[in-house]
């Protein structure tokens, strides 16, 4: 499974971003797709999450600026961020949770983009 991430790039304080993020390959079943960040020296964080049924969830700091979304079809994430902030300067990686099932027992796996710059400076 590859994961292609873009979108990212500086913008201005209060600006907005959409990053895309499309899965390829071998995908019998997704199970969840989301988004984490990563700031220069910091630990890597949720961003956003969206399951199989098309639920939500984002980590409280970005709750009501960021929106995900999913095209089922196209096995693509998005994230839709605005008033963005210098904070939110990071590192954004795509995650997918792919789950395969044998006779004996369904697994899940995830894997991770090679992620994309959002810088946020005036």
């Known amino acids: 499974v590859q994961l292609q991430a873009s979108g990212g790039g500086l913008v201005q304080p209060g600006g907005f971003l959409r990053l895309s993020c499309a899965a390829s390959?071998?995908?019998?079943?997704?199970?969840?797709m989301g988004w984490y960040r990563q700031a220069s020296g910091q630990q890597r964080e949720l961003v956003a999450v969206?399951?199989?049924?098309?639920?939500?969830n984002y980590a409280d700091s970005m709750a009501g600026r960021f929106t995900i979304s999913r095209a089922y079809a196209k096995n693509t994430v998005y994230l839709q961020m605005s008033s963005l902030k210098p904070e939110d300067t990071a590192v954004y990686l795509c995650?997918?949770?792919?789950?395969?099932?044998?006779?004996?027992?369904?697994?899940?796996?995830?894997?991770w983009g090679q992620g994309t710059q959002v810088t946020v400076s005036s």
């Open positions: 995650k997918v949770v792919v789950k395969r099932c044998s006779i004996e027992a369904c697994v899940t796996y995830d894997y």
């Open positions: 969206i399951d199989s049924d098309g639920l939500t």
């Open positions: 390959g071998r995908i019998p079943s997704i199970e969840a």
